[in-house]
C-alpha cells in the first residue's frame, strides 16, 4: 500500500511513503510522522512500475495538483485500486486555505475542478479557530463530514474533470539541499527490499542501479541522490 502526500498522518496500514515538501511545512502545519518508509517524490511523476502497489492513498493532495490528470493518471497508474479525498466547495469558500488553487465538486462520480481565482474564505480564520478550540463545533463538523469532503473508493481508475487553469496564491518551497540535510535529522528511513527494486526514474520510468549515495537511470543516465538513512529524492529538480 502506498501513500501519496500525506506524510504528516500517513496510513497505519501503508508501505511506503511519498512526500516531496519535506524540509517546508507550510503546507502541511503538523510534523512529518517518519515511522514509514519514505521517498522524496512528486505526485505528478510517480517514481514506480506501473501496479506496482495493491491500494493507493491520497487524502487531501489532488487538490494541490497544478496538473490535475496527470495527478490522477499516476494514482492509477501505479495501483490498482485507491482512496481519493478532497475539500469541498463549501470547505474551501469557508475554512480557506491559500495554497489550495480549486474548488473542487463531486458529480456522478467525477472530481470536477474548477479555479478557484479570487474567490476566498474572507472569516476563515474564525473557523479555523473554531474548529481547534470547540469540542462542539468539531463533533457538528464531524457529523456533516459529507459536506465538507468528497470521497471516492476507486477501483479500475476514476474520473476528473478540469474546467480552466490555476495556480494556488501561495506554495511550499523545495529546496534539495536542504532537504537532504534535513532527512537524516528527522530519522527519515528508506525503502529496502522489493520497495527498493520497484523504484523508477521519474523522467522516463527506466529502472534504477543501486547505490548509497546516488541511483542512477539505465535508460537516460539521471542522478538522484539518497539522502543518509536511504531516502532517495527520485525529483526532477534533484537530478543530475
Not at 474548488?103 to 467525477?110: E, H, P, V, Y
Not at 475542478?113 to 473554531?130: I, K
Request: charge should be negative; aromatic fraction near 8%.
Amino acid at each position: 500500500m502506498l501513500d501519496v502526500g500525506s506524510g504528516q498522518a500517513a496510513h497505519p496500514r501503508c508501505d511506503l511513503v511519498v512526500d516531496k515538501y519535506v524540509a517546508d511545512d507550510f503546507e502541511r502545519g503538523k510534523p512529518l510522522d517518519l515511522a514509514k518508509p519514505l521517498v522524496v517524490a512528486d505526485g505528478h511523476s510517480l517514481p514506480f512500475g506501473d501496479d506496482t502497489f495493491a491500494y493507493v492513498i491520497a487524502s487531501h493532495v489532488l487538490e494541490h495538483a497544478t496538473d490535475v490528470p496527470r495527478f490522477a493518471s499516476e494514482l492509477q497508474r501505479v495501483a490498482a485500486a485507491g482512496f481519493v479525498q478532497v475539500p469541498s466547495r463549501e470547505a474551501e469558500l469557508t475554512f480557506g486555505w491559500p495554497f489550495h488553487p480549486w474548488l473542487i465538486d463531486l458529480r456522478d462520480d467525477t472530481l470536477v475542478f474548477r479555479p478557484r481565482g479570487d474567490q476566498s474564505a474572507p472569516l476563515g480564520r474564525v473557523f479555523h479557530e473554531a474548529f481547534a478550540e470547540s469540542t462542539l463545533f468539531a463533533l457538528w463538523f464531524g457529523a456533516n463530514r459529507e459536506r465538507w469532503h468528497h470521497t471516492l473508493h476507486w477501483k479500475a481508475g476514476f474520473d476528473v474533470q478540469v474546467d480552466g487553469e490555476s495556480a494556488a496564491p501561495a506554495t511550499a518551497r523545495l529546496d534539495v539541499d536542504l532537504t537532504l540535510a534535513a532527512l537524516p535529522k528527522l530519522g527519515a528511513i528508506g525503502p529496502e527490499g522489493a520497495l527498493r527494486q520497484s523504484l523508477r526514474c521519474p523522467a522516463d520510468g527506466g529502472t534504477l542501479s543501486d547505490g548509497t549515495a546516488s541511483l542512477t537511470c539505465t535508460r537516460c543516465g539521471s542522478s538522484y541522490p539518497v539522502a543518509r538513512g536511504g531516502v532517495p529524492l527520485l525529483l526532477a529538480e534533484a537530478a543530475s
